[in-house]
């Protein structure tokens, strides 16, 4: 469980065997790659082309991918609604879904099969190409079969209808109800076919046209501006014709890529060659080069160093390889290893920074807080074993990604903690346990012996207590992480720095605790189990804060004599110890700042008692009634444990992030990113 | 017991100290959630660094809900009802003020840092932890007045 020593690499060939190298190192997949400074003769290559090329290449093979999952998921929803001519639809895959681990070997030998590949990716942009003229089309089509659909009623051709030498022929339509025409002062015969749309043919003399026209206009008729050789019928059945053509090649294009669903996989594993491809020219731009040789520099796991060696001289026996130790200069990238307890919570650290590699790992000690407060904050028995559960079962039954499968782990040891405190708290959602006869391990402060429940001690009934649990837990963890502080000033050899900046902050710690014991003993007293008064002996209180207040001053002064140790001036000097009490002044407020347990806990439990007593209200009447209450209050339950969890989760990130490893943690490293794991559709097998 | 005039104020006071830091919590909170929206538009990795930033001035809210709670303690409003003064009630009204007013700017405030937080974090790799921080000083004033507020009604 640490931040793993790295080993720094320097390989040397000639720039014939520059991409080869690329390779062999993308598929080693521990090699983290770190620019190579410029010196004389050197230069970096210019690799933009053919990265374009790369990228042009894996935006053809995304659009397939993305194009054949939309098509199967179209298809899979017409077939599922049983839409009409779902039948004619060939059957969908189901495409997507989580990244398939595959060894690296399988994504480069992909590489023999590009050209039928690519040749599909092709074949799929000019099928979607064509999908959107289709689709365009029969817009079209639509369009006109509702304009010439109009006309319907009218029997003769559309162009038979021309004007003579003295007379017009004119033909309009109307689709509105009101469409009474009067042309009680025209000379005009007219013929009308339908109601609504109503089309009307009107014969006049040349110069009546005009009053004809403007009357025709009035009453919102519009005129016939098609002049074809045949009726409206005809030309309707025409474009019927025509739609149908369409959709039929539309859904044989459809069909087709159905069809080409067979290649998503291998198109998903070009595009991962790909992938890699740009992720070796990114690396070969910060490859130093002069006229005919390359240098290349990164890092390999301390461990491993050996044996990548070997591999190197074995496969490229022509490369000249350096293995170093990292000097003062250099900052080594950050590769933890921890156990499968702790490495679920790495993720935590990462919202925050990435630590540094020279600092100890600061993610077991913070997975250890992040559990211990989990509980504390969602304390309760049924919902712990809810989350234990669901998060232990979900990756047996379901197809996860890595990231979930760490979060669901991550909460599956919350869970326990929940759990655990929840018994501690002694609530089963929400619920009390009454205890009917005294067990041999509790002995009850409670004289009368009344209202005795299982657990240490119920939040509702004694917030205090869970307030005082909160602000002594704030207090230790802040304490551990001066410890955390003191050990690393030492190991370094920095005893000042040690005793001034991490033993007197953690000494005012001790020294609150102290003055406060008398407050935090009797608030302890009053649990179920006296922890109090089996621990500590009678009135010890008002002793440890008499010695907690003669501390604190001592520590005080220390602190503003110390605080400026550095400073090269008298104001400075002052000034360092001012700052050194406003340190001291958000210390107390870090301490404050873990009443959020209390808040959350209490909030959480509050919840899950109203809940209780509206179902208890509401349905505990009949039998039915009380099926139904079981059900409502499972939902109700849920609703609570998700908002619990929820809140739980991102209150103690920020406990962790901020009041703790603003007490020690350095970070501001680099994450360990070796090359061949830039994939996207699959991932790299460890 | 029957409640009376100070179990009034202290009600108030109680109501006051949720409300007026919850509100300051959500227009924090809800500014922040918004220009999250939109870097994670932009860049949906920085998820887990912006969601802390995001929660910082949801705090407030809690502090509020902890003076509250404790002022409807003190009245023993959580279970029977205690005698409780007309002095004590306007006592309990005054000091739930703090971490109303402060919680309720000190939260707002919070808000804007963390939006510039984030920007910083879009602008710049790994300046989470600062940003973080910068936002984080913002609430030592809420803190400061949740002190007083908690010594006092836990004292009235």
């Known amino acids: ?686 | 017991m029957e409640l009376g005039l100070g179990h009034v104020y202290g009600c108030i006071g109680a109501a006051l100290a949720i409300i007026v830091s919850s509100i300051g919590s959500c227009i924090g909170v809800g500014k922040a959630g918004q220009m999250a929206g939109g870097v994670l538009s932009k860049d949906p990795s920085k998820f887990g660094g912006l969601l802390v930033l995001q929660l910082l001035p949801a705090t407030q809210g809690i502090y509020g809900f902890i003076i509250a709670f404790m002022a409807l303690m003190n009245m023993g409003l959580l279970g029977a009802p205690v005698e409780f003064s007309k002095y004590q009630g306007l006592a309990t009204l005054a000091v739930c003020l703090p971490i109303a007013i402060i919680g309720f700017f000190s939260a707002i405030f919070q808000g804007r840092v963390a939006m510039a937080g984030m920007e910083l974090c879009v602008k710049q790799e790994g300046q989470n932890g600062r940003a973080i921080l910068m936002a984080a000083l913002v609430e030592i004033f809420a803190i400061f007045s949740l002190v007083v507020s908690l010594i006092a009604v836990i004292n009235i």
């Open chain 1, 1 to 686: 469980m640490a931040i793993v020593k790295m080993s720094k690499i320097r390989l040397v060939g000639l720039k014939s065997d520059a991409e080869k190298t690329l390779d062999f190192l993308s598929k080693y997949k521990y090699f983290h790659q770190e620019p190579v400074a410029l010196s004389d003769g050197l230069t970096y290559s210019d690799n933009s082309e053919k990265t374009d090329d790369v990228l042009s290449i894996k935006a053809k093979l995304s659009f397939a991918i993305d194009y054949i999952k939309k098509q199967n998921i179209d298809v899979l929803q017409i077939k599922k609604k049983n839409k009409l001519g779902a039948e004619s639809y060939g059957q969908p895959t189901k495409t997507g879904g989580v990244p398939q681990e595959v060894e690296i070997d399988t994504v480069y030998d992909i590489e023999s099969q590009k050209d039928e590949i690519l040749a599909v990716a092709d074949e799929i942009e000019k099928i979607s190409l064509e999908t959107v003229d289709i689709v365009s089309s029969l817009r079209t089509v639509a369009s006109e079969k509702k304009a010439y659909g109009l006309y319907a009623g009218f029997p003769l051709k559309l162009n038979t209808m021309r004007d003579t030498r003295t007379s017009s022929v004119i033909v309009a339509v109307s689709s509105s109800q009101k469409n009474e025409i009067n042309f009680d002062d025209v000379n005009v015969v007219f013929e009308e076919y339908g109601e609504v749309p109503k089309v009307i043919c009107a014969v006049c003399l040349k110069e009546d046209k005009k009053a004809v026209l403007e009357r025709l206009n009035q009453s919102g008729y519009v005129l016939c501006p098609y002049n074809e050789d045949i009726t409206a019928k005809q030309k309707l059945v025409e474009l019927e014709r025509k739609e149908q053509q369409l959709r039929e090649r539309k859904i044989e294009l459809v069909n087709r890529v159905l069809t080409l669903t067979e290649y998503d996989f291998k198109l998903k594993l070009l595009y991962d060659f790909y992938s890699l491809k740009g992720e070796q020219l990114t690396v070969d731009n910060t490859t130093a080069k002069s006229e005919y040789t390359f240098i290349i520099d990164g890092w390999t796991p301390e461990n491993k160093a050996d044996a990548f060696k070997k591999k190197v001289l074995k496969n490229l026996p022509e490369l000249c390889i350096e293995v170093s130790e990292p000097s003062e200069e250099d900052l080594p990238p950050t590769f933890t290893k921890n156990n499968g307890f702790v490495k679920p919570f790495e993720s935590i650290t990462l919202m925050y920074t990435v630590p540094n590699y020279r600092e100890a790992d600061p993610n077991p000690i913070m997975a250890f807080w992040y559990f211990f407060l989990f509980g504390i904050m969602c304390g309760d028995f049924v919902y712990g074993l809810a989350v234990v559960l669901a998060c232990g079962l979900a990756p047996k039954f379901l197809k996860l990604g890595k990231g979930v499968q760490n979060f669901l782990k991550m909460f599956f040891w919350c869970g326990i903690s929940s759990t655990v405190w929840g018994l501690v708290f002694g609530s089963f959602a929400g619920f009390s346990i009454p205890l009917k006869e005294q067990l041999p391990f509790f002995s009850y402060s409670d004289a009368s012996g009344a209202n005795v429940y299982l657990g240490w001690f119920n939040p509702m009934e004694k917030p205090i207590m869970l307030l005082g649990l909160s602000l002594v837990t704030g207090i230790a963890q802040l304490l551990c992480g001066f410890i955390i502080k003191f050990t690393a000033f030492a190991k370094e050899k920095h005893i000042v720095d040690a005793l001034c900046e991490a033993a007197l902050p953690g000494l005012f710690l001790i020294s609150i605790l102290l003055i406060g014991s008398d407050i935090f003993i009797n608030i302890f007293k009053s649990g179920t189990i006296d922890f109090g008064a089996k621990v500590l002996p009678e009135n010890i209180g008002g002793t440890l804060k008499d010695a907690g207040m003669y501390m604190l001053l001592g520590v005080l002064a220390l602190i503003f004599l110390f605080g400026g140790r550095k400073a090269k001036s008298i104001g400075g000097y002052f000034g360092g110890g001012l700052n050194g009490l406003y340190g001291i002044i958000n210390l107390t407020a870090d301490i404050l700042s873990y009443a959020r347990l209390f808040g959350l806990g209490l909030s959480g439990a509050a919840i899950a008692f109203a809940f209780n007593t509206l179902v208890d209200t509401i349905f505990m009447t009949n039998v039915v009634m009380m099926i139904i209450g079981i059900g409502v209050s499972v939902l109700l339950h849920v609703f609570n444990l998700a908002i619990s969890l929820l809140g739980t989760y991102v209150h103690n990130a920020r406990l962790q992030l901020l009041e703790f490893y603003g007490k020690f943690l350095v970070g501001d490293g680099k994450m360990f990113k070796p090359m061949g794991r830039a994939t996207k559709y699959t991932e790299i097998k460890d």
